[in-house]
């Protein structure tokens, strides 16, 4: 048995890459799987930047599941000696009974959260690059913010490799199987046995897990990079993280300040469900009719701005059906099949707590975080 790994991880994106720490952490013999380079932008969760916030406007039953994130935060910036996790706050703008200012309110009152609500007088002040309707509602949450996404896969994958996990990167798997208790994985350059498998996969998972056949859904999302005349005032000193939501639009828009790099642009996306494709399918650049609303919002609601738009690019999004993350055994195969996946685009900010959460599944069998609402059910 000593030839057998403990634990088979498929997928070193960042659930993966955070699930390979924890594991190994652990003392467990950790094998990791990635088809693609470390990290690559053919998946769900790269593009330089991604929310952090804990007034969650989705469902309140996540603030319990960020606030271990928060803390996996703090310690992952302690244990890499990187620094991940910028708060710049963000700054929520929407009709009052929409679903996010609305859903914002909800969870900052559940949980006794920080929320400011912000006048239209000053949120012309403190706000100033938007052109915000005066009947719409302005709330910021101060302790939000954003992550560096590659940064992050990248200080997972090397602790844990530091604490002894196998990362096999450009080697996909073809086939699996479990047999009187032991998992099987074919790739395309060799055979690997272990006592379980995780799947952290994104949207690639349907494709290894038949039973989840037609489950998920895989979306491809626009993104935009627009390069300001007046770089200074989007820094991340003098611009937080924001969101807006229109009557017009399902979902949201949102962007992120300018990062450090030597030709600065900052960061605009929209949140809703995008073209249907198989993941091989993805492009590299965002089409002009997939750019289209992010044209709308930068005509409606900031229309003063100058400069240019320096590039697009995409990524996907894996839906499940409710639009809440799938995290659970895979039935049938003694507890011995984990599955995570469904994150449907709004999972990065979760990272550190569902590595952790991926550990105790394989470790003890269950976890004391409330995920019940995650399961396959």
Same mark, same amino acid.
Request: glycine share 8%.
């Given at each position: 048995? &000593? ?19 924890? !594991?190994?952490?652990?003392? +467990? ?8 380079? +470390? ?45 991940? @996790? ?9 009709? $009052? ?14 949980? &006794? ?11 012309? #002040?403190?706000? $100033? ?10 709330? @910021? ?12 896969? &990248? ?27 032991? #998992? ?15 799947? $952290? ?21 626009? !993104? ?20 807006? $939501? ?12 300018? +990062?450090? /790099? ?24 965002? /089409? ?16 003063? !701005? ?11 999004? &894996? ?23 469904? @994150? ?22 269950? /976890? ?10």
């Amino acid at each position: 048995m &000593n030839h057998i790994y403990d634990v088979i991880v498929i997928g070193v994106g960042s659930m993966g890459s955070a699930s390979c720490y924890y !594991l190994a952490k652990s003392g +467990l013999k950790v094998l990791g799987l990635e088809q693609f380079t +470390l990290p690559h932008e053919k998946g769900s969760h790269t593009g330089e930047s991604r929310f952090v916030r804990m007034a969650y406007f989705e469902d309140p039953d996540y603030v319990p599941l960020l606030k271990r994130a928060y803390q996996n935060w703090d310690h992952l910036e302690e244990v890499s000696g990187k620094k991940l @996790f910028h708060k710049t706050g963000i700054v929520y703008f929407g009709e $009052t009974d929409s679903a996010q200012t609305s859903g914002v309110r909800k969870s900052s009152q559940l949980y &006794n959260l920080p929320i400011e609500i912000v006048s239209p007088k000053d949120s012309q #002040v403190r706000f $100033t690059p938007f052109t915000i309707p005066d009947h719409y509602e302005c709330l @910021f949450e101060p302790d939000a913010g954003f992550v560096q996404p590659e940064l992050t896969i &990248n200080c997972y994958v090397d602790l844990a490799t530091h604490h002894g996990a196998d990362i096999k990167e450009q080697e996909k798997l073809l086939s699996w199987n479990q047999k009187n208790g032991i #998992v099987e994985c074919i790739t395309d350059k060799g055979t690997y046995q272990a006592k379980k498998i995780v799947f $952290t996969s994104g949207a690639w998972t349907q494709q290894l897990i038949p039973q989840l056949t037609g489950t998920l859904q895989t979306t491809q999302q626009a !993104l935009l990079w627009y390069k300001p005349k007046h770089a200074n005032q989007f820094k991340k000193d003098k611009f937080s993280c924001w969101s807006i $939501t229109d009557p017009a639009y399902d979902g949201m828009f949102y962007g992120f300040p300018l +990062l450090d /790099s030597p030709d600065p642009s900052f960061k605009i996306a929209y949140h809703a469900h995008g073209l249907d494709i198989k993941p091989e399918q993805k492009a590299k650049q965002a /089409s002009m009719e997939e750019i289209e609303p992010l044209h709308f919002f930068l005509k409606t609601y900031m229309p003063s !701005l100058e400069g240019e738009i320096a590039y697009t690019k995409t990524c996907l999004y &894996n839906y499940s059906p409710d639009e809440d993350f799938i995290i659970d055994f895979l039935p049938d195969h003694d507890q011995s099949v984990i599955v995570a996946c469904g @994150f449907s685009g709004h999972g990065f900010k979760f990272v550190p707590m569902v590595g952790e959460l991926l550990k105790d599944l394989v470790v003890a069998g269950s /976890s004391d975080l409330p995920v019940g609402f995650l399961g396959l059910r």
